[in-house]
């Protein structure tokens, strides 16, 4: 199936060359595949990995494991961002 994969800010470095200019990447990912299984392969180190959205819905820590995409979702995660 297939997803769309966004990473923001000092995570776009972690996608592969040729999509960091727009931070996006289209994945083709077996069906049922987890957060954590699309993940991955890209190596995000875990204290990264702060806020995740699927389709524009918060998905928990605890959840990353077990919640299967579907055809056509985003999954868009940003790491801990400090602002003033």
């Given at each position: ?7 923001f ?18 994945l ?36 990353r ?20």
């Open positions: 199936m297939k997803i769309t994969f966004k990473l800010a000092t995570l776009t470095d972690y996608l592969p060359a040729p999509s960091r200019a727009d931070n996006v990447v289209a083709e990912v077996p069906a049922g595949a987890t957060i954590a299984q699309v993940i991955e392969p890209f190596r995000l180190p875990p204290k990264l990995v702060h806020l995740v959205l699927v389709n524009g819905v918060y998905i928990g820590p605890a959840q494991a077990s919640h299967a995409l579907r055809e056509g979702d985003t999954l868009a995660i940003w790491p801990p961002i400090a602002g003033g």
